[in-house]
């Protein structure tokens, strides 16, 4: 299993991609809200235009003008405003790029906002620790990403945690809805998986990806029973099983022990202080059934999962090593690459995370609450996920044309830099646009990221830009 050995698309709407900024798809995304009054849902659109153009810019930058930034700080604030309602009508578009698709991938994870430019915003929760004093909100994001592209499909649901550490209470803070109280953060994943379930057609399966934070008896008894789904939830309890041959054991324990099905490499991006490298895996599978806690008297039947185990060779800091819980076959090794696949798909919404925090930079927002903060991020989680379509234009997974990417002066002010661009597809040009963002392009070096298209894209809209002036 090499990266890139993604299936590619045969038919590609590139007119949903034709700008060089995010903002003509963004107002796309927008254009079924439904607030009782045309005039918000025309104001949202404008809105997701301007922030769209400008992703990283303050919003009076992004907005070139008092009235306009009036305008939008006067639409978060708007009652009848509703978020739920602004990721509604993105879901409603997103329903065209998941129509064709038998399976899904669904992935959830949490990020934590914080506000240091200003910190006084009412209506944020406790995020620190016993150590640690620290306001913010905690954000469970649901999203969709194709299984055999791996690109995001769009944001499903959204869950704005809030927590008051002294009465001992979480809520999530619903749009302009009630509140709504929550008996644990546990409840978070199925929470957002069950809206992905509920909105997705009869014919399309689910298929769950978590992380180490939804591995609970609760939530594997639940998909079993009540959710035509499916998961792959990577463990983090060495929990009681029962091995195929009748007996009790540990569940990473037994795993260790697992026959060996092959062995394959993936490529480790760099990031958090680690560095860009092949890893190469043993992969082994098997199949035991997890016990019931003894201390939950609600569950009393255990539930059958099939399991595969990466191993990484080779390394000795902080080396590779996933055990994974499914419901999907595990019976050969090519199965279980599958399984191993669909995991690392989880690092998109990672991915996005960075592009909502740093490209779109939620944090630096400085709106006085978070009600209006709330509408604010799911405008800018929508353009946080057409951003991030810049990356995948750069890998060439999928055909595109350049003009896709580039307008026709963009494009002749690559060709002339880059006088070997002869190919007349977007990935060279892409590539060229992250070398002006400081993508070196060594033989060695992995796909540009998301910042660095960024960073190259806007210098050449400014080139492009100033060209035009004077031409």
């Known amino acids: 299993m090499q990266s890139g050995s993604r299936s590619r698309r045969t038919e590609v709407d590139e007119v949903e991609l034709r700008q060089t900024d995010v903002s003509g798809t963004v107002r796309k995304e927008f254009k079924s809200a439904e607030f009782g ?41 708007n009652e009848r405003v509703d978020p739920n309602e602004i990721l509604d009508a993105h879901k409603r578009e997103q329903r065209s790029r998941v129509r064709d698709t038998e399976e899904l991938l669904v992935i ?15 209506g944020l929760g406790d995020i620190g620790n016993s150590t640690t004093d620290l306001e913010g909100v905690k954000v469970h994001s649901t999203i969709g990403v194709d299984p055999q592209t791996h690109r995001m499909t769009g944001v499903i649901d959204q869950q704005s945690l809030i927590e008051d550490q002294q009465a001992s209470t979480k809520h999530d803070a619903n749009g302009k809805g009630e509140p709504i109280e929550l ?32 591995d609970a008896f609760a939530f594997y008894r639940e998909v079993t029973d009540e959710l035509d789904a499916g998961f792959v939830i990577r463990a983090n309890q060495n929990r009681c099983i029962q091995t195929p041959s009748g007996t009790d054991g540990r569940l990473i324990d037994w795993s260790e022990d697992l026959p060996e099905q092959g062995r394959t490499s993936i490529e480790i991006e760099q ?6 490298r092949e890893a190469e895996l043993i992969v082994k599978a098997g199949s035991c059934e997890l016990l019931p806690p003894k201390n939950d008297p609600t569950h009393t039947e255990p539930v059958e999962v099939n399991v595969v ?26 199965d279980s690459l599958s399984v191993v696949e669909s995991y690392r798909a989880r690092w998109t919404i990672e991915d996005w995370h960075k592009v909502l925090k740093t490209g779109c930079r939620i944090e630096e927002r400085r709106l ?56 007349n597809e977007a990935q060279a040009y892409a590539i060229a646009v992250a070398k002006i963002g400081g993508y070196l392009d060594r033989n060695s070096d992995p796909p540009p990221g998301w910042e660095t298209m960024w960073k190259g894209l806007k210098k050449l809209q400014t080139w492009a830009e100033g060209y035009e002036l004077h031409s």
């Open 37 to 77: 009054d045309e005039r918000l849902t025309d104001r949202l659109m404008q809105v997701g235009d301007r922030l769209g153009r400008a992703p990283a810019e303050s919003i009076p930058n992004a907005c070139e003008g008092w009235a306009s930034t009036k305008a939008t700080y006067r639409f978060c604030d």
């Open 108 to 122: 959830s994870d949490t990020t934590e906002l914080v506000f240091p430019r200003h910190p006084s915003k009412e």
């Open 183 to 214: 008996e644990s953060e546990q409840k978070k994943w199925i929470r957002g998986d069950r809206q992905a379930s509920d909105w997705l057609a009869e014919d399309i399966r689910p298929i769950f990806i978590h992380d180490r934070g939804a």
């Open 271 to 276: 990031g958090s202080g680690r560095e860009a």
């Open 309 to 334: 185990r990466i191993d990484e060779l080779g390394e000795q800091d902080d080396p590779i090593q996933w055990v994974l819980l499914t419901t999907e076959s595990v019976a050969t090794f090519n």
């Open 368 to 423: 006085e609450t978070w009600e209006r903060m709330e509408v604010l991020l799911s405008v800018y989680s929508v353009i946080a996920w057409k951003v991030l379509e810049l990356r995948e234009l750069a890998r060439g997974e999928t055909y595109y044309s350049p003009d896709v990417l580039l307008s026709e002066t963009e494009r002749s002010i690559l060709q002339t830099k880059f006088p070997e661009l002869t190919d």
